[in-house]
């Protein structure tokens, strides 16, 4: 069943008219647990990568600092989690999969082959900013501790589905993972187009300080019920800064690799209720977990991504040649 967002409490645009034209469209992704295939928009799932293209590596991760594990471990411990009753020797199986593995034992070296983000197709989400011929959007990372900034442990590709004649049947894995918390579990989306509205920090001081009042008296945070929508969505707004002084940024919203402007693309991260009174949650997945509370909270957080202490990762794309590495800043 297709996930639909509830209407908001109220119409901030008919409250605050200079906000009108400032509404943006945006795509919330809505993940839900399935089983992707190459031809699916995804999180985490299969790409539709050529057979003959190089599969994107980054070139020199460093040495880890913690203890590390592998995908085929973390494959294997979330499926493990899942058992109702799980025996003796899967609670044991648990236990040292949680572990790890010390980072000193770790040998391999060299480059790292990057893992499956996000795939969109045009077909799901239009209003991308796709390069004349292309269709898909693919997303790849390197699940490290630290993902912010312009650099080749997170790149885009940009793609015609048709061009594809053979696809990459085993795309490579790197041989180890620092933080599990950046493996998405496969998901399969339900796209919906939302409006979004500025967040507060990118407004005037006059205007910041009526909404703020305004929001006082009406017992609504303009922040988390009107303005930018929680979870994994495409374009829209950015989300609002939740630990950093909103001025930090600016001279990083640039192009990493020709200084130009740069526009939101994709949040990834963040559960899907979001903060505040979860007038975000939409209608199913609300009438999901009434019926089912044991479906809390994987139903909130199907990706099993978490950003940070509960942050979200926004990407942003070069308006001059998206096909630019992204800029990517934790708010």
């Keep these: 069943?297709?996930?639909?967002?509830?209407?908001?409490?109220?119409?901030?645009?008919?409250?605050?008219?200079?906000?009108?034209?400032?509404?943006?469209?945006?795509?919330?992704?809505?993940?839900?647990?399935?089983?992707?295939?190459?031809?699916?928009?995804?999180?985490?799932?299969?790409?539709?990568?050529?057979?003959?293209?190089?599969?994107?590596?980054?070139?020199?991760?460093?040495?880890?600092?913690?203890?590390?594990?592998?995908l085929a471990d973390i494959r294997e411990l979330r499926t493990l989690l899942t058992l109702p009753e799980p025996t003796p020797a899967q609670r044991l199986a648990v236990t040292r999969l949680m572990d790890g593995y010390d980072a000193e034992d770790i040998t391999s070296s060299g480059p790292m082959p990057l893992i499956p983000v996000a795939q969109l197709y045009a077909r799901d989400v239009p209003g991308l900013p796709f390069p004349e011929g292309t269709d898909v959007l693919q997303v790849l990372w390197l699940p490290l501790p630290d993902i912010e900034g312009c650099w080749p442990a997170v790149q885009l590709r940009w793609r015609a589905a048709a061009e594809v004649r053979q696809v990459l049947a085993e795309p490579p894995e790197p041989a180890y993972v620092e933080l599990d918390d950046h493996v998405p579990q496969p998901c399969l989306l339900q796209p919906e187009e939302i409006l979004e509205f500025p967040p507060l920090h990118l407004l005037g001081e006059e205007l910041q300080q009526r909404i703020t009042a305004w929001s006082k008296r009406a017992s609504l945070e303009y922040q988390w019920e009107l303005s930018v929508a929680p979870g994994w969505k495409a374009g829209g707004w950015p989300a609002e800064f939740t630990f950093r002084d909103p001025a930090e940024p600016d001279d990083e919203l640039c192009c990493g690799e020709c200084g130009g402007p740069v526009e939101a693309l994709l949040t990834v991260g963040g559960g899907e209720r979001g903060s505040g009174g979860?007038?975000?949650?939409?209608?199913?997945?609300?009438?999901?977990?009434?019926?089912?509370?044991?479906?809390?909270?994987?139903?909130?957080?199907?990706?099993?991504?978490?950003?940070?202490?509960?942050?979200?990762?926004?990407?942003?794309?070069?308006?001059?040649?998206?096909?630019?590495?992204p800029r990517t800043i934790m708010q």
């Design 278 to 325: 979860g007038s975000w949650t939409a209608v199913e997945l609300r009438e999901l977990v009434e019926a089912d509370p044991g479906a809390y909270p994987l139903a909130y957080e199907p990706t099993r991504i978490q950003i940070g202490r509960g942050y979200v990762l926004q990407f942003y794309y070069c308006l001059a040649d998206p096909r630019h590495l």
């Design 1 to 70: 069943m297709a996930r639909t967002t509830p209407p908001r409490p109220v119409d901030v645009s008919v409250e605050f008219p200079e906000l009108a034209g400032s509404a943006r469209t945006a795509v919330r992704l809505h993940p839900v647990p399935g089983a992707p295939t190459v031809h699916d928009s995804s999180v985490g799932g299969p790409l539709l990568w050529p057979a003959d293209e190089e599969w994107p590596v980054f070139e020199s991760p460093g040495p880890p600092f913690m203890p590390v594990t592998t």
